[in-house]
T-cell receptor, first 114, second 113 residues
């Protein structure tokens, strides 16, 4: 299994809603990532988990809250978002944190904030 | 700090023509280099990667790239483009023990029939 699975594929939420994005991989990878991608832009790193511990937070606003319940799962909890947070959110994994080797990406979750 | 430059924002080629997408990087040591492709609304798929060894790297879908240390470049090539190659292409750089990959701004490839 060489897939990273993200759910939901599409999410529409209001600014007062609380929602979550989910990511799962079964490749035994020990590093997992959240990236944010705006239209016609490259992915921007948000968070990195290495061995289930948060190792990088790229100064992301607290309305985004990551969680890594175990080595296969990564969540991104969303609360009180702004319309400018609308974007494609990509999850990725790699064999181990800090090796900056190959990243395996999911298909992404398209988020629209009204 | 490491950085990646993709000078071409948008390239249009005819189907069957050859393709070269440019990528220049800035990093003091030997970097890890990657090319990813992204179709609209999709995730990123790895085309090929360079860590060390042979500077000409073969990838999936008939793509290849050549690492040229003297020019700090890692250009992507394909001898004959297919309509299905139309997508966004990202060059990325990483390094051992450092944080996650740094992506270039991307090159959008359009293929004319």
């Amino acid at each position: 299994d060489t897939e990273v699975t993200q759910t939901p594929k599409h999410l529409v939420m209001g600014m007062t809603n609380k929602k979550s994005l989910k990511c799962e991989q079964h490749m035994g990878h020990r590093a997992m990532y959240w990236y944010k991608q705006k239209a016609k832009k490259p992915p921007e790193l948000m968070f990195v988990y290495s061995y289930e511990k948060l190792s990088i937070n790229e100064s992301v606003p607290s309305r985004f809250s990551p969680e890594c319940p175990n080595s296969s799962l990564l969540n991104l909890h969303l609360h009180a978002l702004q319309p400018e947070d609308s974007a494609l959110y990509l999850c990725a994994s790699s064999q181990s944190g800090g090796d900056t080797g190959e990243l395996f990406f999911g298909e992404g979750s398209r988020l629209t904030v009204l | 700090a490491q950085s990646v430059t993709q000078p071409d924002i948008h390239i249009t080629v005819s189907e069957g023509a050859s393709l070269e997408l440019r990528c220049n990087y800035s990093y003091g040591a030997t970097p890890y280099l990657f090319w990813y492709v992204q179709s609209p609304g999709q995730g990123l798929q790895l085309l090929l990667k360079y860590f060390s060894g042979d500077t000409l790297v073969q990838g999936i879908k008939g793509f290849e790239a050549e690492f040229k240390r003297s020019q700090s470049s890692f250009n992507l090539r394909k001898p004959s483009v297919h309509w299905s190659d139309a997508a966004e292409y990202f060059c990325a750089v990483g390094a051992a023990g450092r944080r996650a990959l740094t992506f270039g701004s991307g090159t959008r490839l359009q293929v004319q029939p």
